[in-house]
């Protein structure tokens, strides 16, 4: 589109390049991505701002880039902001990098210390790789801060009422009968070939059994299989999610979706999912 534009004149803004700057973060076009920043000054006399600045880093964060977003970070023109630094973060814990991690998390308590989710961030990728005394000291300074982690919470729309769900939910008055199918459900998903990601709940004394279960009950499967039971066949399903799927979530609705022949739109913090036929959009890079 950015193409078309320029064959007809249209002056772009700064607006399209957050569009195309994110649509190659998505897609992990690197090197396009670059020539689009540069252009913008060069060609068009636009002075980056910190949506273009971000969407840089979440680009070369989510190529495994690391090195060069923390570069590009620290040479910027203007004073980062937390939300940078937190994007690296989250890119750290995405390719498994502890070393980087922590030192990412330094250079955002020097802006911010309050925020829960880099404490949750950060000590899920130690514990992921067994270090429980980075586990510890994180959640200890957590507490000492006040930090809150915010819970994850999915909602669906069913004739006009809007249902919130959170890991665990046994609150919901369908509790029960959302247990019960949701249990059958991941029977036939195990049976599809879909195997619980357990390296995703970061707990050292507990067994994969008690892993699983924490897993099924994640907001994003509740919600689901709440719109499974609640909407007619064929329909979609739309949930919304306050954090990031999850990569268990993320597979089991892949499967759901082939399964029930339905369309899933999950939209998490980060971006629309479109999950039919076994697939999603996103093309399992996100």
């Known amino acids: 589109m950015l193409e078309e534009m320029k064959k007809e004149k249209v002056q772009p803004d700064e607006i399209t ?73 989250s890119a750290c814990s995405s390719h498994g990098n502890v070393e980087m991690g922590k030192q990412v998390i330094e250079r955002i ?58 890991s665990g939910d046994g609150v919901h008055s369908t509790s029960n009968a959302l247990h019960h199918t949701l249990d059958e459900l991941v029977k036939e998903l195990k049976l599809a070939g879909s195997v619980p990601d357990t390296s995703l709940v970061f707990h050292a004394d507990m067994d994969d059994g008690e892993k699983e279960i924490i897993l099924r009950y994640h907001s994003e499967k509740l919600a689901i299989t709440y719109g499974l039971l609640n909407t007619p066949p064929g329909t979609t399903i739309r949930v919304m999610k306050n954090l990031r799927v999850c990569g268990d979530c993320h597979n089991a609705a892949k499967f759901i979706s082939f399964i029930f022949g339905r369309q899933i739109i999950v939209r998490d913090v980060q971006r629309f999912h479109h999950f039919k036929d076994g697939e999603c959009s996103s093309g399992d890079y996100w």
């Open 109 to 166: 308590f020097e802006l911010d210390d309050s925020h829960g989710g880099d404490y949750v961030v950060l000590s899920n990728l130690c514990a992921r790789y067994e270090k429980w005394e980075d586990v510890n000291f994180l959640r200890k300074k957590m507490v000492d801060k006040g930090a809150v982690k915010i819970p994850g919470c999915s909602s669906i729309e069913v004739n006009n009422i809007v249902h919130e769900f959170f």
């Open 17 to 89: 390049f957050v569009a195309v700057l994110s649509a190659c973060s998505h897609n992990g076009l690197v090197e396009e991505g670059y020539e689009c920043f540069h252009s913008m000054t060069n060609e068009y006399g636009i002075v980056p701002h910190i949506k273009h600045y971000g969407c840089m880093v979440d680009l070369l964060g989510r190529a495994g880039r690391l090195d060069e977003a923390y570069k590009f970070i620290d040479e910027l023109p203007i004073k980062p902001t937390p939300i940078l630094w937190r994007t690296l973060l």
